[in-house]
């Protein structure tokens, strides 16, 4: 890592301290990783399990299939104790992710039989990491971090697939200053890269003008709180069933839903929604009636 992409990444950490994430400068492999969630679940859940539940437990949860484990992460589930007694329990508080302690650790090393990775920035939300953030040198550009991850999730027995690196849902790339780039996990047949062909689905920030948000720090601002970033991994992506896809919607499509919701909170009559031809109007519908038929709101 560069002096520069060094400086980057802690000015990123203390932004998201400001924004009152809980800095883990302890977890550092896959052990702390792993205490750590222990300790978030079983304070969520009112349990306490035993080491070969733990044990148990992860076994059920981690997986390799990234459609899978996304729908894990939303669900509520059940786990049979060693007793023989259920239990009944989510990963993170799925019905106000605003309650769930969000925390960002970084140089996290996962070593497994066939890899060795590191990564720069990642967040966690109740002790899961669900957000990487890799940062290149201002004079790189970001694209290359996308590479970076794509060759990543391609290394046999990566940690992307036997780790609790497996919840995963989005990536966010950025040289600092002038380009940030953020994108959904998906296993393996959505998740192609090619540096001219680039055929991951890769989404731009922007404010509610439509003005493209590039630079870190306000792509932060804008993004990264976390009641803002609980809406848009916990209601803002979409898991194709049809597909076993996951996709994440882009601002302006983020920012129709919740227009939409307004008029209809504050019964301020019809209105429209106009979307250039190929830009989502029908995922933006889809999500709205969602929503709307589940008597949801945006808090």
């Not at 520069?4 to 932004?15: A, D, F, G, P, V």
């Not at 992710?97 to 925390?103: A, D, G, I, S, V």
């Not at 971090?145 to 060759?151: F, G, L, M, S, V």
Request: proline share 2%; charged share 25%; aromatic share 10%.
């Amino acid at each position: 890592m560069s002096a520069k992409e060094s400086t980057i990444e802690q000015e990123l950490i203390c932004h998201l301290q400001e924004l009152n994430y809980v800095y883990r400068n302890d977890i550092r492999n896959s052990e702390t990783l792993r205490n750590n969630f222990r300790e978030k679940f079983e304070k969520l859940n009112f349990v306490h399990l035993s080491d070969h539940e733990f044990d148990r437990l992860l076994g059920d949860i981690i997986t390799p299939d990234v459609f899978k484990a996304s729908q894990t992460l939303r669900e509520k589930q059940t786990f049979i104790r060693d007793d023989g007694t259920p239990l009944n329990y989510t990963l993170v508080n799925i019905k106000d992710w605003c309650k769930n302690t969000y925390e960002v650790c970084n140089q996290l090393r996962i070593n497994t039989e066939d890899s060795n990775h590191r990564y720069d920035v990642v967040i966690l939300i109740n002790g899961l990491p669900l957000v990487q953030i890799e940062l290149k040198d201002v004079t790189i550009s970001p694209i290359k971090a996308i590479e970076q991850i794509a060759k990543y999730k391609k290394d046999r027995g990566n940690g992307y697939t036997n780790t609790l690196m497996c919840f995963m849902q989005l990536f966010i790339v950025s040289n600092g200053a002038s380009n940030t780039l953020y994108f959904a996990n998906n296993n393996d047949e959505f998740f192609k890269f090619d540096a001219d062909e680039q055929y991951l689905p890769v989404c731009r920030a922007a404010n509610h003008e439509g003005h493209k948000v590039l630079n870190l720090h306000a792509f932060t601002s804008l993004m990264l709180p976390k009641c803002t970033l609980g809406r848009l991994i916990s209601r803002y992506m979409v898991l194709v069933q049809s597909t076993r896809q996951m996709m994440v919607m882009r601002p302006y499509q983020i920012y129709a839903v919740e227009s939409i919701l307004q008029c209809v909170d504050q019964n301020s009559g019809n209105g429209y929604i106009w979307h250039t031809t190929g830009s989502g109007k029908t995922l933006t519908s889809f999500k709205t009636a969602q929503i709307l038929s589940k008597d949801e709101r945006i808090k």
